[in-house]
């Protein structure tokens, strides 16, 4: 067919026929149609071989060629191309048997007009073509039954099998050919789906799934066998169920606590060691949220550190709990539960009871309990900085006490149910002290093993004392004020940004505005740092708080050197250690102290015992000091001149009553009514 009109190739011997067949063409008015003739059929064979004709007017009594001969011949080239039989014979059963052998229709000469030639040769144009496309779709249809991945088998009444594709001969070990004819191996009985057992190919043994309908084949009665193969889907199933038996045994026999949470934060399942903890059935706990199981303040802070991972952290962490009135120290990992496709829907946690761990610590002091003016200024201070969240930053000289304030900080704030804990950048070098503190990946540095936790990372939902900051690296005070305004960093060696929620607490015996001045400490991360400062005083100046530091003190060795009891120290000792200088201010107290326990063998402490050089000094090497007062009023700064004189003077006497009078040129009694109104023990 070319531009929309049809080329028709007329096969006739008589020219007076052909004559006539054109004319009834053109009297038609049709002007889609173009015929060409040929006298013989081997004339038309050619012309069919070079020309692409849409149909064929065939007379069966050609010089060349007689009878039904003749159309076999024209199929046999082109088996394609619609025949239409015009020939002067009107026999009924030639023309039925014409058609059978494939002619589109079958034309008597002298009994068609131009209206029937005309609908005839469109009919057989149309009728050929529906066949090609009906050919072409079988053979499409055919095709996908054959890549069909289910095995496919029609069956005859009997049994056997009429039709087998590519997938039915691999489901029982052999090809779909060799199975025709033969009998059907299973029991098909229609409306039914069974799973059956089969042989692969390559000898496999492997399960089916089965649907059996019954059909037509052929215009035959049938069943339609088809067989999905499912061992795969079956072998996932057994993988599945036994994953899901080992994760219950798990989940239900472990010792820790296991909790799986939903994107609203409400439990989906606990284990056995989670409701016994909470002393609750699973039924009383799933479905509600921490708020409802721990309380309100205890329950908002577990939901904020859930809230992290739904964002797709990984959070561990140490948190104080209470459980049924009792408080204990969990071991917490939390990580986002994903599914298939990746996105988050619920959370994980793992809780581990580590509270027989955790070293007992003497509780610490409230800010009333100081005796000196100076430490109860500095513990009101320190008490308001605990309500905060701010940055602290402490100062004062070495030994001071800087590091009990920052535990006294953390002990009296929020975070007292979280983590604690210190680093002194002063003890490690560059490197190391950027793995403690932010952690490291594997492989970040020669002896990078595994990936390692920095002390920021221990530190979540706690408190992090940096003691002497001043000693940190630039590059690392760069990365320390990128922590401080974001709340993030990364591992040494690694890419991906971590968000931790500690508090930080820097100490340094360091003056940092002049270190900032030399140029060896940043100056934003100073202004960052001192949001709210406590200058701790040293020793010397707060003797007053010597009598309670030392039963403090006292305590904590005698339990560390597991001594059943406190030694005694008489007045004479204590009144020769408040009076002391104390260059190392409460360290060197301590260190004092723990000698002299060692020495005393558990008996009474001494000052002998002590090991200080009470004697080392003359009139003219002893000074005080003394300002202009601005918070102090004269009788106040007359008092601690007093005072200090007389502590100086039973210093140097050792501890001797009499000595010391002698030292101040007043009588024992004098001495004895000084040192009544002074505060300082006389027996």
């Known amino acids: 067919m070319s531009d929309n009109r049809l080329l028709v190739l007329l096969i006739e011997d008589n020219p007076g026929d052909v004559r006539l067949i054109k004319e009834m063409l053109r009297e038609s008015g049709t002007t889609d149609i173009g015929?060409?003739?040929?006298?013989?059929?081997?004339?038309?064979?050619?012309?069919?071989?070079?020309?692409?004709f849409d149909a064929v007017l065939l007379d069966l009594g050609l010089p060349d060629s007689q009878g039904l001969a003749t159309l076999g011949r024209v199929y046999s080239r082109v088996p394609n191309i619609p025949i239409v039989v015009l020939t002067g014979h009107g026999d009924e059963a030639l023309a039925i048997e014409a058609v059978k052998?494939?002619?589109?229709?079958?034309?008597?000469?002298?009994?068609?007009?131009?209206?029937?030639?005309?609908?005839?040769?469109?009919?057989?144009?149309?009728?050929?073509?529906?066949?090609?496309?009906?050919?072409?779709?079988r053979a499409s249809f055919t095709s996908i039954v054959q890549k069909s991945a289910d095995g496919i088998f029609v069956l005859a009444d009997d049994g056997s099998i009429l039709y087998a594709n590519r997938a039915a001969g691999e489901l029982m070990g052999s090809s779909g050919e060799?199975?025709?004819?033969?009998?059907?191996?299973?029991?098909?009985?229609p409306g039914e789906r069974t799973e059956v057992d089969v042989v692969h190919a390559e000898g496999t043994g492997g399960i089916a799934e089965m649907r059996v309908r019954a059909t037509d084949w052929n215009g035959r009665p049938?069943?339609?066998?088809?067989?999905?193969?499912?061992?795969?889907?079956?072998?996932?199933?057994?993988?599945?169920?036994?994953?899901?038996?080992?994760?219950?045994?798990?989940?239900?026999?472990?010792?820790?606590?296991?909790?799986?949470?939903d994107r609203q934060l409400k439990y989906t399942m606990v284990n056995p060691a989670t409701a016994k903890l909470l002393n609750r059935r699973a039924s009383e706990i799933v479905g509600h949220t921490s708020e409802d199981i721990f309380g309100k303040e205890t329950g908002r802070h577990i939901r904020e550190v859930d809230l992290r991972v739904l964002a797709g952290q990984t959070i561990e962490e140490e948190r104080v709990r209470p459980i049924n009135g009792v408080p204990l120290t969990f071991h917490d990992i939390r990580v986002p539960l994903r599914d298939t496709s990746g996105e988050i829907v619920g959370v994980c946690g793992i809780s581990r009871d580590v509270t027989g761990r955790k070293t007992v610590e003497l509780p610490v002091h409230a800010a009333g309990e100081y005796p000196s003016k100076a430490m109860k200024s500095i513990m009101t201070r320190v008490n308001f900085a605990a309500e905060t969240e701010s940055t602290?930053?402490?100062?004062?000289?070495s030994g001071s006490g800087k590091d009990y304030l920052a535990r006294y900080v953390?002990?009296?704030?929020?975070?007292?149910h979280g983590p604690y804990w210190t680093i002194n950048c002063a003890a490690v070098s560059g490197q190391l002290a950027d793995s403690e503190l932010?952690?490291?990946?594997?492989?970040?540095?020669?002896?990078?093993?595994?990936?390692?936790?920095?002390?920021?990372?221990?530190?979540?939902?706690?408190?992090?004392?940096?003691?002497?900051?001043?000693?940190?690296?630039?590059?690392?005070?760069?990365?320390?004020?990128?922590?401080?305004?974001?709340?993030?960093?990364?591992?040494?060696?690694?890419?991906?940004?971590?968000?931790?929620?500690?508090?930080?607490i820097a100490a340094t015996n360091r003056d940092l505005q002049k270190e900032v001045e030399a140029g060896s400490f940043r100056q934003d991360l100073f202004y960052r740092l001192n949001v709210l400062s406590v200058v701790v005083p040293p020793l010397r100046e707060r003797r007053e708080d010597i009598p309670i530091l030392i039963r403090e003190t006292m305590m904590q060795l005698c339990k560390d050197m597991q001594i059943q009891e406190v030694p005694t120290i008489d007045a004479a000792t204590i009144n020769a250690l408040k009076s002391y200088e104390w260059p190392g201010n409460v360290r060197e107290l301590r260190n004092v102290l723990e000698r002299a326990l060692m020495l005393s063998g558990g008996q009474c402490i001494s000052l002998t015992g002590l090991g200080l050089d009470t004697n080392n000094g003359t009139a003219k090497d002893w000074s005080i000091t003394v300002c202009f007062p601005t918070e102090e009023s004269l009788n106040d700064i007359t008092h601690n001149v007093k005072r200090s004189l007389v502590n100086e003077a039973l210093r140097r006497s050792g501890g001797n009553r009499q000595g010391a009078a002698r030292l101040l040129g007043i009588s024992r009694y004098s001495l004895k009514h000084y040192m009544k109104s002074l505060g300082l023990a006389w027996d």
Do not use: W
């Open 178 to 189: 060799t199975l025709l004819g033969t009998p059907f191996p299973l029991p098909a009985v």
């Open 392 to 397: 602290v930053l402490l100062l004062g000289e």
């Open 101 to 137: 052998q494939g002619a589109q229709d079958y034309l008597v000469k002298g009994e068609v007009d131009e209206k029937l030639l005309m609908r005839s040769i469109h009919y057989a144009v149309e009728r050929r073509r529906l066949l090609a496309e009906l050919e072409a779709s």
């Open 222 to 261: 049938a069943l339609l066998a088809i067989l999905r193969d499912i061992t795969k889907r079956k072998q996932a199933e057994d993988a599945l169920r036994q994953s899901e038996e080992r994760f219950r045994t798990i989940f239900e026999g472990a010792q820790d606590c296991i909790t799986l949470k």
């Open 438 to 504: 932010f952690g490291h990946e594997r492989g970040a540095f020669t002896g990078a093993h595994g990936r390692k936790r920095g002390l920021l990372e221990l530190a979540e939902g706690g408190t992090l004392l940096l003691n002497e900051i001043g000693e940190l690296s630039l590059p690392l005070q760069a990365k320390l004020l990128t922590f401080l305004d974001t709340r993030q960093f990364t591992r040494v060696g690694g890419e991906k940004n971590i968000t931790v929620n500690a508090r930080l």
């Open 410 to 416: 953390h002990d009296h704030s929020k975070r007292v």
């Open 35 to 52: 015929i060409e003739s040929a006298e013989s059929l081997s004339a038309g064979l050619g012309l069919i071989a070079a020309s692409p």
